[in-house]
């Protein structure tokens, strides 16, 4: 059968058909991207689910407007305005199925064939195939500890010119390194920004899982002209099932998404989003944040614990301070598909950090989740890793 040219461009599938062998039973695997299952506050879903046909339950069952339900969006717009300093209307708020369909949107209102997105690079790499399909051109611009790094952005936008069509960036313990750009980086960047007529998509899906008690203003808040796209969902600090997640956008570009939004799928699932509302006026979603964090945080501790015994010096790692990821890197003639593959052996996993470049593909790097599996299996799968890097090292 012959399938369109766009899928040609994709990630390969032997390393997708890897990422889903990594995820067998009895495999300790540091390759997921999701909370902990344990988390999910099931019984309060349920009493949610049943409230909701109890009270509403027809308009629960049918089709939703195409921006999403009304009381939610005001209601996201409240917890955006209160934990971000994010002033959206409600009008600029849609409701999407996953922030992935949000990505898959942005590459459908902004791209054409043969156009360029700039990567903060490492980047997410569902964000890297959505944007893909579009048939973009997709070049990575570094980071550095503080976030994207501002002379090599300058240098890319001078490099490809008008083509470029799409800025997409991870401020906040970003997939899949866990680094958080600083305050000044944010600053530095939306000044720079400012000067071209490109939009920003801000992927914020980790902002709300942080280890400290101070929150980051997100790119969008400096913004003063609108050219940033905001992208939020209760995936990682709720459960990623429910597929509810939002966009944020000047009035003028919403009308766009809105009208690709009918497009894809006329709309969110009713039901699922009056059950979040019904969570959100009902239950405290943020105590629920609190409580996983004590727990990301401590199985972080127990992970980091465990590499500073086990692993060689030569293993660099930077202490993540909020999200689901560490990023380890080896020395640069070593290659981490290698050791997945000596590892997979012994029945541990986690993702080689080459599957995150867009472009430029560095080797080296690996990105272990430590949000998935209990302490114990924390312990006992990173002592494997350890004396198994020690091995390759030595090599
Ligand atoms: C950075 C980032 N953005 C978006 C998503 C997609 O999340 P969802 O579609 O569940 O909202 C993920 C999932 O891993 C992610 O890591």
């Known amino acids: ?81 209160d934990k971000f300093g994010l002033h959206y209307e409600k009008e600029e708020i849609i409701i999407t199925s996953g922030s992935q369909q949000a990505l898959d949107m942005s590459g459908m209102l902004f791209i054409n064939k043969g156009d360029i997105v700039l990567f903060e690079t490492p980047s997410y790499l569902g964000a890297v195939n959505a944007l893909r399909a579009y048939e973009a051109e997709l070049a990575s611009v570094p980071t550095d500890q503080d976030g994207i790094v501002i002379g090599a952005l300058k240098e890319a936008i001078e490099k490809y010119g008008d083509r470029v069509k799409l800025i997409y960036v991870i401020p906040d313990f970003q997939n899949p ?23 920003v998509l801000e992927d914020a899906a980790y902002s709300e899982l942080s280890f400290e008690d101070q929150l980051e203003k ?89 590499i500073d015994r086990e692993f060689p010096k030569e293993a660099h790692y930077v202490a993540p301070k909020g999200g689901l990821f560490i990023w380890l890197e080896l020395p640069e003639n070593k290659n981490s598909v290698e050791l997945l593959r000596r590892a997979m052996a012994e029945k541990v996993a986690f993702i ?37 890097t020690k091995e390759y090292l030595a090599e």
């Open 1 to 81: 059968m012959k399938f369109a040219t766009r899928l040609e461009s994709l990630q390969d599938k032997a390393l997708l058909n890897a990422m889903e062998l990594t995820e067998t039973e009895d495999m300790i695997s540091f390759s997921a991207g999701f909370p902990s299952p344990d988390t999910y506050p099931v019984d309060a879903i349920k009493d949610s689910f049943l409230r909701v046909l109890e009270r509403e339950g027809k308009e629960a069952l049918s089709y939703c407007s195409t921006s999403g339900y009304g009381r939610l969006r005001e209601m996201i717009a409240e917890r955006m305005r």
């Open 177 to 199: 390194t866990g680094r958080s750009w600083s305050t000044q980086r944010r600053k530095e960047f939306i000044e720079f920004i400012s000067n071209y007529d490109i939009p």
């Open 218 to 306: 997100p790119l969008s808040y400096y913004d003063k002209k609108g050219q940033v796209v905001y992208i939020g969902t209760f995936s990682k600090t709720f459960c990623p099932g429910l597929r509810v997640a939002w966009l944020c956008a000047r009035k003028d570009i919403m009308e766009n998404y809105l009208v690709l939004k009918n497009a894809a799928d006329l709309s969110s699932s009713a039901i699922a989003q009056r059950q979040m509302a019904y969570y959100l006026e009902n239950y405290d979603l943020d105590q629920h944040i609190r409580e996983i964090i004590v727990g990301y945080k401590k199985r972080r501790d127990v992970m980091m614990e465990v």
């Open 352 to 388: 080689p950090g080459g599957s995150f470049y867009p472009s430029g593909v560095k080797n080296n790097e690996m990105r272990i989740n430590f949000s998935n599996m209990d302490e114990e299996d924390i312990i006992k799968g990173m002592t494997i890793l350890g004396r198994l």
